[in-house]
Structures are given as C-alpha cells and as structure tokens.
C-alpha cells in the first residue's frame, strides 16, 4: 500500500456530486469551472462524449461523468456544471469538460483521512479512483482523470478536438 503523502499531489480539491456519490477533483487540474451550454454533437461519438464547446478558441470536449461512470443518463439540471481541466496523459496534455450534476466547494481534504482505493466494495473500477477521503460524515471519491480515459477514449476525444 502506497504511503498516503504518496496518494495525493494536490493539497485543495474541488467537490462535485454524480448522482448520490461526491467525487473530488485536485484543483491543479481544474482550469475553470462553466454553467452548462449549448454543445455541438459529433457523430458516431461514444456514449460519455456529450459533444464540444469553445472556451475561449479552445473546441473543449464534453464527456459526462454519468455516462462514463455507468450510471443512468439523467436530464441536466440547473445545478449542472462543466469542469475544464488540463489532464495529462502520455506525455500531452488534453484539454476536457467534464459534466457534472453539481459543483460544491473548493476544500482541502485532510491526508490523515484519506485511503487506497479497495480493490473490491465499490461501484467504480479501482483504477479510476486515486483515493478515498472523508468530509462532513461522507465519503469523497479522489479521481484518478489520467485513468478514467482508456488511451481508445483519448485518441476519439484528441481525434473529436481536431474537428
């Protein structure tokens, strides 16, 4: 088992929620934080690729943290959020919105708190998950976004970014 310093390299988190479940992104990933906007669709996309937007002349793809995570789509709500982040994956750094049904806060989640993800007892692949903190009496799921993609999603979503 890694030592926990070793868990984490972001010491603030912002605090999203998909479904029930609250999930934390390291705010040194999140570039800025978006209401949700009109999207244009790219055919023949997989499920979790909603479509792109422009952020500033940057074509930003929008993957739906729902769809990706296997739970049923749900209609966005008011409180839905997209999340730009700079994820870095083999050496390039891809630029992806990220839906969520709602943004919290930004926070610092206590290191003392935090474990490795169990290997079985949760509804998301292991892999996906850099660790598993507390805060307020409830869990908080730390992503892993270098692997929440598989290297096919990210060359359809770099391929969907060149359109």
Request: charged share 25%; with cysteine.
């Given at each position: 088992m890694p030592a926990r310093a070793a868990i984490l390299s972001a010491d603030k988190f912002v605090t999203l929620g998909v479904g029930r479940e609250v999930f934390a992104v390291g705010v040194d990933a999140v570039r800025e934080i978006l209401d949700l906007q009109p999207m244009a669709a790219l055919p023949n996309a997989p499920p979790f690729l909603m479509g792109i937007i422009d952020v500033r002349g940057e074509v930003v793809p929008i993957i739906s943290l729902r769809c990706k995570l296997g739970l049923p789509p749900d209609v966005?709500?008011?409180?839905t959020r997209i999340l730009v982040t700079e994820i870095s994956v083999e050496g390039q750094v891809l630029l992806l919105g990220l839906m969520a049904d709602q943004v919290f806060e930004?926070?610092?989640?206590?290191?003392?708190?935090?474990?490795?993800?169990p290997d079985i007892g949760v509804r998301w692949r292991s892999d996906y998950i850099r660790a598993i903190g507390r805060r307020a009496g409830q869990f908080v799921?730390?992503?892993?976004?270098a692997r929440l993609f598989s290297s096919e999603d990210l060359a359809l979503l770099a391929e969907g970014a060149e359109t």
């Open positions: 966005p709500g008011e409180h930004v926070t610092a989640l206590d290191e003392s708190c935090m474990d490795t993800p799921i730390v992503f892993d976004l």
